[in-house]
């Protein structure tokens, strides 16, 4: 399975973008890149996933390099209800579903 | 509400006791999961069923006992539990050609 590699936690002043980093240097050319967050003590969130292509929705951007060993995920304007554990995970495919393994993701703290 | 629901939020029960947890989603997704979250750990896989049939299970103890009447709702049938099972619980579920998970807001368990 591609395991990910994130930092354990960042900062980031409320109002600036949020740029969050992902290894993920075993990916296989087939896996999806998916980030999820969760808020203490609730159930995690799908954010966004991507294959090659950048990606963009109303929560954020996905880059992914070219190789696709690594990508970034930013919320352009962070808020304090940004504040979360943001987990970037390589999706699994396996007997006919498909497995999610959560690492333990990047701890976001948003200052005023 | 995230199209998962799981009841109850909050469970206490004794070593001795048999509970259940139930899931229920109506988004007409064909794959359901459990995940267990211990405190600063992160979250577990236990069991993982694709269209009513169980297709995973992580080497979970025999006293956790899954069930899956149809794809809509899925069971977490407990018994002599331990102290250590103390965690939240979460269900989340997904569709084939999407992937992304939809995660319920947990069922926090204390085994006292």
């Known amino acids: 399975d591609a395991k990910t590699t994130q930092p354990p936690s960042m900062d980031c002043a409320e109002g600036r973008a949020a740029n969050l980093p992902c290894n993920h240097s075993?990916?296989?050319?087939?896996?999806?890149v998916y980030w999820y967050r969760q808020i203490h003590s609730q159930g995690p969130q799908y954010i966004i996933h991507?294959?090659?292509n950048n990606e963009t929705n109303e929560m954020a951007s996905l880059i992914i390099t070219e190789d696709r060993k690594s990508s970034t995920l930013i919320l352009p304007h962070a808020t304090l209800r940004d504040t979360a554990v943001y987990y970037c995970?390589?999706?699994?495919?396996?007997?006919?579903?498909?497995?999610?393994?959560f690492g333990k993701g990047t701890k976001l703290s948003v200052i005023p | 509400e995230t199209g998962v629901t799981q009841t109850p939020r909050h469970l206490v029960m004794g070593m001795t006791n048999k509970k259940s947890l139930k899931c229920e989603q109506h988004l007409g997704h064909n794959a359901m999961y459990w995940y267990k979250q211990s405190a600063k750990k992160p979250l577990e896989l236990m069991f993982v069923y694709n269209f009513k049939e169980q297709t995973e299970n992580n080497s979970v103890p025999s006293r956790f006992s899954p069930e899956c009447p149809n794809s809509s709702h899925l069971f977490l049938h407990l018994h002599t539990l331990q102290p250590e099972d103390s965690a939240l619980y979460l269900c989340?579920?997904?569709?084939?050609?999407?992937?992304?998970?939809?995660f319920g807001s947990g069922t926090r368990l204390t085994v006292v």
């Open positions: 075993t990916i296989s050319g087939n896996e999806y």
């Open positions: 989340a579920s997904s569709q084939d050609w999407f992937g992304g998970y939809t």
């Open positions: 991507g294959l090659k």
């Open positions: 995970i390589v999706r699994v495919d396996r007997a006919g579903s498909y497995q999610l393994t």
